[in-house]
């Protein structure tokens, strides 16, 4: 069983930055790809960015690129997302996922969402 737990959402003015984490547990942290999601009200949801197994290939939203870093630390279990420069566009439920493999789709498991909320 895969546990993924969010934290770090919160509401923000445009401009500013937000630090999310996803703790994992259930499963060999380093053996698979990962990703943030997001969804907004009313919009599918999206692949923010992922990242490889070994965190040596990332993939970006054109929407987030320059503004957004994602990193793993493979030794903790945990994934984070550096926010910055938010806009209020950026508004979402962020889900942490783990991929059943070591590419970068396929994503399996999810966690329950933290909320980001920027203002203008």
């Known amino acids: 069983q895969v546990q993924l737990v969010e934290s770090g959402g919160g509401l923000v003015q445009a401009g500013g930055s937000l630090r999310l984490s996803c703790a994992a547990s259930?499963?060999?942290?380093?053996?698979?790809?990962m990703g943030w999601f997001r969804q907004a009200p009313g919009k599918e949801r999206e692949l923010v960015v992922g990242?490889?197994?070994?965190?040596?290939?990332?993939d970006y939203a054109d929407s987030v690129k320059g503004r957004f870093t994602i990193s793993r630390d493979n030794a903790r279990n945990t994934m984070y997302l550096q926010m910055n420069s938010l806009k209020p566009e950026d508004t979402a439920i962020y889900y942490c996922?783990?991929?059943?493999?070591?590419?970068?789709?396929?994503?399996?498991?999810w966690g329950q969402g933290t909320q980001v909320t920027v203002s203008s």
């Open positions: 259930g499963r060999t942290f380093s053996r698979y790809a």
């Open positions: 990242i490889s197994w070994g965190g040596g290939v990332t």
């Open positions: 996922a783990a991929a059943r493999g070591t590419a970068i789709r396929d994503f399996a498991y």
